[in-house]
């Protein structure tokens, strides 16, 4: 079936690391997303990509990068710089219904804990 | 003023009770707009777009009402299954297909 896997589920981080967040789709979408997700704030975009070799800033990109070498593949780092990574972090995916529609699909979704 | 507001709730409701959420938007050039459903600690999932006219899905009915900018959904003989937080979802024309998010309506259903 097609989706997107999101790896690992749970992530603990040691302060002054960098980790990686993998998110794989084999939906065939252009366009990709990551979002990080706090209590009592919703959803905020931190890095997307419409198109393989092409990223742009969200709302919250200090302290990550992305890499977006494969179509299939997006992967996040939280880097030292950011400084409250503790949250959880959902990679999406999408494609164009037609209709006025978007077809997003989210992964699963890792859980970073900076202990 | 946030792009999306919602009333956070949390609406306590019994089996079997109808229940309305709403959800306002300040930009007059939103033109997509959608309601996501997310489980405690998973992924939000798309539970209906909205379209102009309006549009039902089971139990469910999404509105529109661009003239005073605010999307509305009525979940009617809920179920306990229904609990979860709502969340109101915006896109704006030439933004590159990016959400905006509210920050979500929690809902419980109980028995």
């Known amino acids: 079936d097609g989706g997107i896997t999101q790896s690992p589920k749970y992530l603990f981080r040691k302060e002054g690391q960098n980790v990686t967040l993998s998110c794989e789709q084999n939906l065939n979408h252009d366009a990709m997303y990551w979002y990080r997700q706090d209590p009592g704030q919703g959803l905020r975009l931190i890095y997307y990509?419409?198109?393989?070799?092409?990223?742009q800033k969200g709302d919250i990109a200090e302290g990550y990068s992305v890499s977006r070498e494969k179509k299939e593949s997006f992967p996040l780092t939280v880097t030292s710089a950011q400084k409250n990574p503790t949250a959880f972090y959902l990679c999406?995916?999408?494609?164009?219904?037609?209709?006025?529609?978007?077809?997003?699909?989210f992964g699963s979704g890792t859980r970073l804990t900076v202990v | 003023r946030k792009e999306v507001e919602q009333d956070p709730g949390p609406f306590n409701v019994p089996e079997g009770a109808t229940v309305a959420f709403n959800c306002t938007y300040s930009?007059?050039?939103?033109?997509?707009f959608f309601w996501y459903r997310q489980d405690c600690r998973k992924e939000p999932k798309l539970l209906m777009s909205?379209?102009?006219?309006?549009n039902e899905d089971g139990r469910f009915t999404a509105q529109l009402n661009r003239a005073s900018q605010y999307i509305s959904l009525l979940i009617r003989d809920s179920k306990l299954s229904d609990s979860a937080t709502y969340l109101c979802v915006v896109i704006n024309a030439g933004n590159n297909r990016k959400l905006i998010w509210g920050l979500g309506t929690s809902l419980a259903v109980n028995p």
């Open positions: 999406a995916s999408n494609t164009d219904l037609g209709q006025g529609g978007y077809g997003y699909t």
């Open positions: 909205v379209y102009s006219s309006g």
């Open positions: 930009n007059s050039a939103s033109q997509s």
């Open positions: 990509s419409q198109i393989v070799n092409d990223f």
